[in-house]
């Protein structure tokens, strides 16, 4: 069965430190991988996505990247946090040609 | 820009009671989905609605894809605690190997007991 690991579950950072999230999955090759940050209690909005190794989409400019060094494997990174960077960051996976993701259980990162 | 729009965005009902969501937009899906969140939590599939005017039923929570396929709606039925939580609907792209969802504003959904 396919599983999605996400970590770490919650992360406080200060301000200009840098960041990594790392989020794996299991049991399915060549995923479609997505990074979401969620504003509390509220939508999602799509930060990256990637159909493939080293291919990476950015939706939206912001202070963050991010890389996929393996086929299962998607990293969300910073150079340096910026208060606005804090929220709840979810990692996801889709099978190629269909639309149902899978979610990892987020990262609650504070910046402060 | 696709936006998804979900009314109302809090309700708070009693346990028994029906209840609606809706989810619209002014753009054209090719499959609209519906997840749940729990606090903390990432969101969990639900439902995926395809062809315009399908009606998919999961046990209390009938889903609706409209007609022109831009809109959808959750009703549930008889509503109890553990339906307690953030609904998220969601939209694929129209075009073909486009993957990416666009997700609505969310409903926040308390019940009573």
């Known amino acids: 069965s396919q599983t999605i690991h996400q970590w770490p579950a919650t992360l406080v950072q200060p301000v200009g430190s840098p960041l990594s999230l790392e989020c794996t999955v299991e049991g399915t090759s060549n995923p479609n991988l997505y990074w979401y940050r969620q504003a509390a209690g509220r939508g999602l909005q799509l930060l990256f996505y990637s159909v493939g190794i080293g291919q990476i989409s950015s939706e939206v400019p912001q202070n963050l990247s991010a890389s996929r060094p393996q086929d299962r494997q998607f990293i969300l990174s910073s150079k340096k946090l910026l208060l606005s960077d804090s929220g709840f960051y979810l990692c996801?996976?889709?099978?190629?040609?269909?639309?149902?993701?899978?979610f990892g259980s987020g990262t609650r990162l504070t910046v402060v | 820009t696709q936006l998804l729009e979900q009314s109302p965005q809090f309700l708070s009902i009693q346990e028994g009671e029906n209840l609606t969501v809706y989810c619209n937009s002014s753009s054209v899906f090719s499959s609209l989905q519906w997840y749940r969140q729990e606090p903390g939590e990432g969101p969990v599939l639900l439902v995926t609605?395809?062809?315009?005017?399908e009606v998919k039923k999961l046990k209390r929570l009938t889903f609706q894809f409209g007609d022109a396929r831009k809109d959808s709606s959750l009703h549930i039925t008889a509503a109890q605690p553990g339906d307690t939580g953030l609904y998220l609907c969601?939209?694929?792209?129209?075009?073909?190997?486009?993957?990416?969802?666009?997700f609505g504003t969310g409903t926040r959904l308390t019940i009573i007991p």
């Open positions: 609605v395809v062809t315009g005017g």
């Open positions: 969601a939209g694929a792209g129209s075009n073909f190997g486009n993957e990416k969802l666009t």
């Open positions: 996801a996976w889709s099978v190629q040609g269909a639309s149902g993701y899978t």
